[in-house]
């Protein structure tokens, strides 16, 4: 079992930047693979970024390419999203996610488990 926790969300103008954490329980966080995900009002959950067990692979989405970064410290149990150049069409709530799987993980339906979400709001 592995509980998660987000934190870091907030109101930010357009442009600036943001860095969430996920802290995550238990001692088996380095064998999951880790990912983010976010939600708009009225649209589906969709893939933002993630990272293999060992950090040394990521995957984004395109919309998120070249702004978001996700890495993650295996020694504190957490995941980290930061997010620059932020856009108004980043609004959303950010979920974390934890996979037990090898690879990196992008399908939402691939997840094992998920924090409770932590709502991030861009002015223009």
């Known amino acids: 079992q592995v509980q998660l926790v987000e934190s870091g969300g907030g109101l930010v103008q357009a442009g600036g930047s943001v860095r969430l954490s996920c802290a995550a329980s238990?001692?088996?966080?380095?064998?999951?693979?880790m990912g983010w995900f976010r939600q708009a009002p009225g649209k589906e959950r969709e893939f933002v970024a993630a990272?293999?067990?060992?950090?040394?692979?990521?995957l984004y989405a395109d919309s998120v390419k070249g702004r978001f970064t996700i890495f993650r410290d295996n020694a504190k149990n957490t995941v980290y999203l930061q997010m620059n150049s932020l856009k108004p069409e980043d609004t959303a709530v950010y979920y974390c996610?934890?996979?037990?799987?090898?690879?990196?993980?992008?399908?939402?339906?691939?997840?094992?488990?998920w924090g409770q979400g932590t709502q991030v709001t861009v002015s223009s």
């Open positions: 990272v293999r067990w060992s950090g040394t692979s990521t």
């Open positions: 996610a934890a996979a037990a799987a090898s690879g990196v993980v992008t399908g939402r339906y691939e997840y094992d488990y």
């Open positions: 238990g001692r088996t966080f380095s064998r999951y693979a």
